[in-house]
């Protein structure tokens, strides 16, 4: 069946540093692939998605782009601020109405 | 334009009581959905509505849950008899068309069910 794997929180950066969360998947077709964020004690965000193979989503300094070689979504961001702080989450759709996602990856910016 | 709306956005029920939970679509919007976040989990689905029709609630637990989407009004998540396994954040979703290749379900902001 579908899934969603991402890597393991916390993660904890300092201010300005680099951030990658690693996210896969498995599905059949094509999916649609998509990255929400949660701040605490809200609802889910849409941050960015990408609906075919090699397209790149962006949005807020945060990327990721659609690897069918390697089933991967992996979100990126060069500089990352406090205000990221956040837990994230990748998901996927395959058409069938069910959205996967993964488990949440919490992301802890210091000043 | 409002987005999805949901309440209570938190609310304590005793165990052995009945929660319900509220969900209005995004104006224009036909398709609901529920998901449940269980404390430090991901997001599962739940159920999918239609105006008057649940269309697969695959995702429901079989037994104290139900839910409803009529034809005037919010869609409503209701849980009889709840249990501490209960407490958890409730997600509605909406779409303008069932989420086809590319488009987007639009998330409220959660009712958080503490169960005591």
């Known amino acids: 069946g579908n899934s969603v794997t991402q890597m393991e929180g916390p993660v904890t950066l300092s201010e300005e540093a680099f951030l990658t969360i690693n996210c896969t998947y498995t599905?059949?077709?094509?999916?649609?692939l998509f990255w929400y964020v949660q701040y605490p004690g809200e609802g889910l965000q849409l941050l960015l998605k990408?609906?075919?193979?090699?397209d790149k989503g962006s949005n807020k300094g945060f990327e990721a782009t659609y690897r069918k070689e390697t089933t991967s979504f992996h979100l990126e961001k060069g500089s990352v601020q406090v205000s990221d702080s956040a837990v994230y989450f990748c998901?996927?759709?395959?058409?069938?109405?069910?959205?996967?996602f993964g488990t949440g990856t919490r992301l802890k910016v210091l000043a | 334009n409002a987005g999805v709306m949901q309440n209570p956005r938190h609310l304590v029920r005793r165990r052995g009581q009945e929660a319900r939970l509220r969900c209005s679509p995004m104006?224009?919007?036909?398709?609901v959905y529920w998901y449940r976040q269980l404390p430090e989990e991901g997001l599962k689905f739940m159920v999918y509505?239609?105006?008057?029709?649940?269309?697969?609630e695959s995702g429901m637990p079989k037994e104290r849950f139900s839910a409803e989407f009529p034809k005037e009004g919010p869609s409503i998540l209701r849980i009889q008899q709840v249990v501490r396994g209960d407490s958890a954040a409730y997600f509605c979703?909406?779409?303008?068309?069932?989420?086809?290749?590319?488009?987007?379900?639009?998330f409220g902001e959660g009712s958080w069910l503490t169960v005591v």
């Open positions: 509505l239609q105006k008057e029709n649940i269309i697969d």
């Open positions: 599905a059949t077709g094509y999916p649609s």
């Open positions: 104006k224009g919007h036909s398709h």
């Open positions: 990408a609906t075919k193979a090699d």
């Open positions: 998901a996927l759709y395959s058409g069938t109405y069910k959205y996967i």
């Open positions: 979703a909406s779409s303008p068309t069932e989420g086809g290749r590319g488009n987007t379900i639009y």
